[in-house]
């Protein structure tokens, strides 16, 4: 159980263009999820936490326009990046959590997307 | 804000060594520790992970230890594989409304030599 997808799991993109990423919660409904950033060889960045039906909180210095994240219902939150550049390229992983233990914060992440822009 | 500091940031063993890695962590609130395993192109994979009111968890050949007053928690890897070989996060977080941010340690990333 509490398994997590992404979709797609690599692409690839022109600078100027957006790309969307979806992130499912397959067996379970996800009350929160976070979107996450990694360079190679850095750990795990946090940009954003989402929550069902309103609207993301975004972490210091990750630009919201630029960065678009909707969880419209209880198994799916997609990230748009929007008119990305060649410094967007990088891992994008995301996790979530359900509400059964909340206070255990236990987060399940997927499998991630490469994201690569010419 | 919450820090996590994470040691050493590269490990090499050789088979059937032990392995040991250390995390500090700054926010005295932090109720939480997981440690993820992260192979190559992959997402983080929970390996194991201790609450605040335990002090010790094992689970075959990983264990996790976890001292509250000096804010250490450490990950035990006892007869290494091959298969061991990738980068390890320590995280820490909080209960609260932002729903258990982690905050992640800057990762170590063990080699076990055949």
């Known amino acids: 159980g509490a398994v997590v997808s992404q979709h797609p799991s690599w692409v690839i993109c022109k600078s100027g263009t957006s790309v969307k990423i979806e992130c499912r919660s397959l067996d379970f409904q996800a009350t929160t999820m976070f979107w996450y950033r990694q360079f190679p060889k850095q750990s795990l960045m946090l940009m954003a936490t989402?929550?069902?039906?309103?609207?993301?909180?975004?972490e210091q210095g990750v630009e919201k326009d630029k960065f678009l994240i909707n969880h419209a219902s209880l198994t799916l939150s997609t990230l748009t990046v929007t008119s990305a550049h060649p410094e967007d390229s990088s891992f994008y992983i995301c996790?979530?959590?359900?509400?059964?233990?909340?206070?255990?914060?236990?987060?399940?992440f997927g499998p991630g997307t490469r994201l690569t822009v010419l | 804000g919450e820090n996590v500091e994470q040691h050493p940031s590269t490990l090499s063993v050789q088979e059937g060594d032990s392995a040991v890695i250390k995390c500090t962590y700054s926010?005295?609130?932090?109720?939480?520790f997981p440690w993820y395993k992260q192979e190559l192109g992959k997402g983080p994979q929970l390996i194991i992970d201790?609450?605040?009111?335990?002090g010790e968890k094992k689970d075959q050949r990983i264990a996790v230890t976890l001292n509250k007053t000096a804010k250490h928690f450490s990950l035990h890897i006892t007869e290494t594989q091959p298969e061991d070989s990738a980068v390890y996060f320590c995280?820490?977080?909080?209960?609260?409304?932002?729903?258990?941010?982690?905050?992640f340690g800057q990762g170590t990333e063990l080699s076990v030599k055949p």
């Open positions: 995280a820490a977080s909080k209960s609260g409304n932002q729903g258990g941010k982690l905050i």
């Open positions: 996790s979530a959590t359900t509400d059964g233990a909340p206070s255990y914060n236990e987060q399940f």
């Open positions: 926010d005295s609130a932090s109720n939480y």
């Open positions: 201790i609450r605040s009111n335990v």
């Open positions: 989402s929550n069902e039906g309103s609207k993301a909180t975004y």
